[in-house]
């Protein structure tokens, strides 16, 4: 018997049916399952499947919880994370049971890790028993599945936890073995369960492993063993003792879970790069599997996964990255930060900060704590770095009849992170399906505290009448009441395309030009076309692309302020398009037009007016993008007439922002034949 397996069985449990209802005929158990946290036991979805009669996961079903020494418990399916085999079932009542410790990271694979479950004794009907197998764990990563390599997985042990031997915590829920294949096991990463908040309108996550970390302070302020203690012994029987040591994580965990949760990913990554900025003085980035919680970005910074180092060579930073962190947590709250879960944690990063010996960072940390205590949100912005991930979403020209697409992270330093991609790409008409889920899980991971990321679309010249700021991140549902997070994301975001065509050009003196002229501002307005707004499209003699090369030329060499381009028509096909790269040749950078075409319409004057009249009272191309979000939300409305807003119903922005260093020109791969 290994050291994990008495500590571990007290938290494992049977499932089977409840003592009532229309499958309590069926057999008595169905698979195990463990505790996470006082009155939540996490297991697999497909063992309460077995309800008998069941069509779907019913959510409130009734089952019956088996402790190791043999309490039976009434349980209800409270969540069914879809698209994973993962379940949650809440056990009223069970505030006294022994909780697993869950893992504040992605798991460390290939690593040495044990399966724990029940699983059916041959022979007697009904009967059960706890086992204990060992196995090699590779995979895990980005949500991914765990593989687990010579493994016995037996019947009933489906549920059961994936135990980390060498830090002793849970990093997996077993699933079964690979069908035909006796010794390679399968199993759900435990930080699948981080998206549990994506499917409702609350975070469940949360509110488990607020539970959890309270529950094991509880634990270790008390008499008798407990798992803070275990890990103590395990660092220091492995030679590995860390300077962030089993004591302060779970002090500093359970503080983190009496103060507010993060608003999402995107808000906790932006505090642990800002971190490990300050810590290391680099530029790093640490990516993660999407924390939730204020407890997943300390794990990343003490014992950092995907590829990333924790500290230079030689130098153990764990503390020091950790203190700081949790003083920045202190900083972001937006609640009253003299509620007695912010000041406990206040004192808590104090007492840990005057402790430290490194003294760069000591001071630092002070620092922030003293900018908390003023109150005043104008210092958060200086100590927290204010610099935040927008979004990119690149559409490559039509191959073979589909899109390539990818869904990009675009970092404050010009550089991309790919959150999701398809090279084989797919139809116009499947775009915004395709690309929803990235888009939506890489929304979650810029939008950080108040910032709401922006999304610029860099499209071939043919997608530019595709109503993309329609597109939405995430669907609504008719049985849940409506929510920010389906709006359409240009109602909500900024939203501006860029010109697969100028970014051929690369940067040019006329751009570098045009781009300070815009960041600067002021800006006025200027025919894209000369004729359009005097005499409309039908002209007999319009103006010659190389006439308007020149006028646009000239009306970026002024160091008063920026022109910017308007045009009442689509920029997509026809002269709109070849006078657009006229445009761009010419060093502008924006250009305000809308995607309805040459015919249809006879209000080029109106659109006009209008048009000057925005970009005139917009300061700067920064300022330009947020008024055309607020007048798509005026024009929104099918029904509403008001004539100061029609006009822009189908506006368009094209955006080259002047902020972003130029992109660099990696086309995807075209599929095969």
């Known amino acids: 018997m290994s050291s994990l397996e008495a500590p571990v069985s007290r938290g494992v449990v049977r499932i089977g049916p409840a003592a009532d209802g229309y499958d309590a005929g069926s057999a008595d158990f169905w698979g195990s399952g463990f505790f996470v946290a006082p009155e939540w036991v996490v297991t697999c979805a497909h063992v309460v499947d077995k309800r008998v009669g069941a069509m779907e996961r019913e959510p409130g079903g009734p089952v019956t919880v088996t402790t190791y020494d043999e309490e039976r418990l009434d349980g209800e399916i409270a969540h069914v994370l879809a698209g994973h085999d993962l379940a949650l079932v809440r056990v009223p009542g069970a505030d006294f049971a022994d909780c697993l410790w869950l893992s504040d990271r992605s798991a460390a694979t290939p690593a040495e890790v044990e399966l724990f479950g ?229 004192d808590w990063v104090h007492k840990a900060a005057d402790a430290l010996e490194n003294e760069v960072i000591r001071e630092e940390t002070l620092e922030i704590l003293a900018g908390g205590d003023r109150d005043d949100d104008a210092d958060a912005g200086p100590v927290l770095e204010a610099v935040h991930d927008d979004v990119l979403v690149v559409i490559e020209p039509e191959m073979y009849g589909t899109h390539p697409w990818r869904v990009q992270l675009l970092n404050p330093d010009g550089g991309t992170t790919t959150v999701r991609y398809d090279e084989e790409g797919v139809p116009r008409h499947g775009l915004e399906a395709a690309v929803r889920q990235g888009l939506s899980e890489a929304l979650a991971r810029a939008d950080a505290g108040q910032y709401v990321a922006a999304v610029d679309f860099l499209l071939p010249r043919a997608l530019f009448d595709e109503p993309v700021d329609e597109w939405r991140s995430r669907l609504p549902r008719a049985d849940e009441p409506p929510s920010v997070h389906t709006l359409p994301i240009g109602r909500r975001r900024v939203v501006a395309l860029r010109d697969q065509l100028r970014r051929r050009d690369g940067v040019t003196p006329e751009w570098n030009r045009g781009r300070r002229a815009t960041d600067r501002g002021p800006l006025e307005a200027v025919p894209l076309c000369l004729d359009v707004p005097d005499r409309g499209h039908t002209a007999t003699a319009p103006e010659g692309e190389e006439a308007a090369y020149a006028r646009l030329s000239v009306s970026t060499a002024g160091i008063a302020g920026a022109s910017l381009p308007v045009y009442c028509a689509s920029t997509a096909t026809g002269r709109g398009s070849r006078v657009l790269t006229r445009a761009f040749h010419a060093g502008h950078v924006a250009v305000l037009c809308r995607r309805t075409g040459e015919d249809g319409h006879d209000d080029c004057a109106e659109f006009y007016r209008r048009a000057a009249q925005l970009v005139r009272e917009a300061p700067t191309g920064s300022a330009l993008r947020e008024r055309v979000r607020v007048l798509r939300n005026l024009s929104a409305d099918p029904d509403r007439s008001d004539q100061q807003t029609a006009w822009a119903r189908h506006i368009v922005l094209i955006y080259d922002p002047p902020h972003r260093p130029a992109l660099p020109d990696e086309p995807l791969h075209a599929p095969p034949l």
């Open 118 to 346: 029940w699983a059916a004794t041959l022979g007697a009907h009904g009967a059960e028993e706890f086992v204990a197998t060992t196995a090699i764990a590779t995979g895990g990563r980005q949500g991914k599945a765990l593989w687990l390599k010579s493994a016995l997985v037996l019947p009933g042990c489906s549920g059961g936890p994936v135990v980390d031997t060498r830090y002793g915590s849970v990093v997996g829920v077993i699933k079964g073995k690979k069908q035909g294949d006796a010794t390679l096991g399968r199993a759900e990463s435990i930080t699948v369960l981080r998206t549990l908040g994506d499917e409702m309108a609350g975070s469940p996550w949360a509110e488990v492993v607020g539970a959890h970390d309270r529950h094991h302070l509880r634990r270790f302020e008390g008499p008798g063993d407990c798992w803070p203690r275990r890990h103590h012994r395990l660092a220091l029987a492995q030679g590995r003792p860390h300077s962030f040591t089993p004591q302060s994580r779970t002090q500093l965990y359970g503080l983190f879970a009496d103060v507010e949760p993060p608003t999402g990913p995107g808000e906790v990554l932006h505090l642990v790069n800002g971190a490990s900025r300050r810590m290391l003085r680099s530029t790093q980035r640490i990516e993660s599997n999407d924390p939730r919680t204020w407890r997943e970005g300390a794990g990343l910074l003490h014992d950092p996964r995907e590829g990333t180092e924790a500290a230079p060579a030689g130098q153990d930073l764990e503390q020091e990255g950790v203190v700081l962190y949790a003083a920045m947590v202190y900083l972001t709250l937006r609640a009253r930060r003299d509620s007695p879960g912010a000041q406990k944690l206040r």
